[in-house]
Nanobody
């Protein structure tokens, strides 16, 4: 079993930056690919970014490409999401997830709120 805990959310002005962290306990994350998703009020959860288990390969939603960077430190069992040039439309609850090639995303965190004011 893996427990994921997100942190780093908050209120920031448009154009600002935040760094989200997703810390894992229970098992090592090194065998999982990791993803960040977000859900705005009244909308479905959407994909933001994903990183392979080794950290070599990354993928981003078009809406965040060039502004967000996903990274991981397997030694610290932590995944990060650096968010720059934030926009009001980035306002959402951000979730991290751990997945494998057999079952997709199998573990989720509780989410952290990001609010971007205009």
């Amino acid at each position: 079993q893996v427990q994921l805990v997100e942190s780093g959310g908050g209120l920031v002005q448009a154009g600002g930056s935040l760094r989200l962290s997703c810390a894992a306990s229970g098992r090592t994350l090194s065998t999982y690919y990791m993803g960040w998703f977000r859900q705005a009020p009244g909308k479905e959860r959407e994909f933001v970014a994903r990183i392979s288990s080794s950290g070599v390969n990354t993928f981003y939603a078009d809406s965040v490409k060039g502004r967000f960077t996903i990274g991981r430190d397997n030694a610290k069992n932590t995944v990060y999401l650096q968010m720059n040039n934030l926009k009001p439309e980035d306002t959402a609850v951000y979730y991290c997830g751990a997945g494998n090639g057999y079952s997709g995303y199998v573990y989720w965190g509780q989410g952290t709120q990001v609010t971007v004011s205009s």
